[in-house]
């Protein structure tokens, strides 16, 4: 089993939901985060007065799957998220090694 977290703009949220709807990826989590990468925020002007944006809005979008699926997801993840700006995002994928369903007690793939 795979962790998929991608880190986006939080406009793009829909178009990747809907995305993974498309591969049957029902189950996810979405936390609101703030953040910067090469760009290191930005300079905004409010009333006149210019200021440094350090930290950017993005949301991290968090999707346990199967080994078998977890590049499909993560190459939709991409074509969802793709505006071709600076700040689009990232996606790591990292091993997960255990889930247990809470509910059932079901544990490994049929947990997911």
């Known amino acids: ?3 998929v977290v991608a880190i986006i703009k939080p406009s793009r949220l829909e178009e990747v939901r809907q995305a993974l709807n498309s591969l049957d990826v029902h189950g996810m ?3 609101e985060v703030k953040g910067y ?4 925020g930005h300079s ?11 930290f950017l809005p ?8 199967d080994d078998g699926i977890a590049d499909a997801v993560s190459a939709a993840i ?3 998220a793709q505006t071709g700006r600076i700040g689009d995002g990232k996606i790591f994928i990292l091993d997960l090694l255990a889930v247990t369903r809470i509910r059932t007690g079901e544990t490994g793939a049929s947990a997911l």
Do not use: F, N, P
């Open 29 to 31: 989590t979405v936390t």
């Open 37 to 40: 990468g090469r760009q290191k």
């Open 44 to 54: 905004e002007i409010y009333r006149g007065t210019e200021y440094a944006v350090h």
């Open 1 to 3: 089993m795979k962790l």
């Open 78 to 80: 991409r074509d969802a």
């Open 58 to 65: 993005k949301l991290k979008v968090e999707i346990a799957v």
